[in-house]
């Protein structure tokens, strides 16, 4: 009894030990600052390193579609078997940002999640409007909430009246840091 005691002391501390210099990862929301700073001159990283997500879950429904023209038997054929009516992006799901524009004062991050089909992206950006710094989902009809994703027109459906944003995932390292030192001395020789 007493060596399982001990084994599980052990395991416990090296878990803590772990949590403390490890660190953890969280998701934050992305904000102009987080880009300017991964897209310094002297960082060599880009925001297409990272790992984006969406603040929620949405849901892409078809309003209108450019049918695939295909020729079979001498006729043409729309193929509508190739059109997806419902595209569900759940807040877990992890992205890519494709590009990252600079208009202005402001960046535009076209994001990708879907690895299959690099042609549906969503564009990002921060409102014109207010003081909030984060990279909201960006409408081609603000009244009517609809996007282009691929070569469709797709209305965006989420679950309450707060925007959609991009979250990035930073790792996070917490050490405990004493306001106080007290200087140790150099000797010779070390």
Not at 13 to 31: E, Q, W
Request: proline content about 4%.
């Amino acid at each position: 009894m007493a060596c399982q005691k001990r084994h599980f002391y052990w395991l416990l501390l090296s878990c803590v030990l772990l949590t403390v210099f490890s660190g953890c990862a969280s998701k934050t929301p992305i904000t102009k600052t987080i880009i300017e700073d991964i897209a310094r001159p002297d960082v060599n990283r880009k925001p297409e390193d990272f790992q984006y997500y969406i603040s929620k879950k949405i849901t892409l429904i078809l309003n209108q579609a450019k049918f695939p023209l295909k020729v079979e038997e001498g006729m043409l054929k729309e193929e509508t078997n190739k059109i997806r009516k419902q595209i569900t992006i759940p807040i877990n799901l992890q992205g890519t940002v494709q590009s990252a524009v600079k208009k202005g004062d402001d960046y535009l991050l076209e994001v990708g999640f879907e690895k299959n089909n690099r042609d549906c992206l969503i564009w990002f950006s921060q409102k014109p409007t207010g003081n909030d710094e984060k990279y909201y989902l960006r409408f081609d009809d603000e009244q009517k909430f609809t996007i282009k994703y691929g070569d469709d027109e797709y209305t965006v459906h989420f679950d309450d009246n707060s925007l959609p944003f991009l979250l990035i995932e930073m790792k996070q390292s917490y050490t405990e840091k004493s306001e106080t030192r007290t200087a140790r001395g150099w000797k010779l020789g070390e």
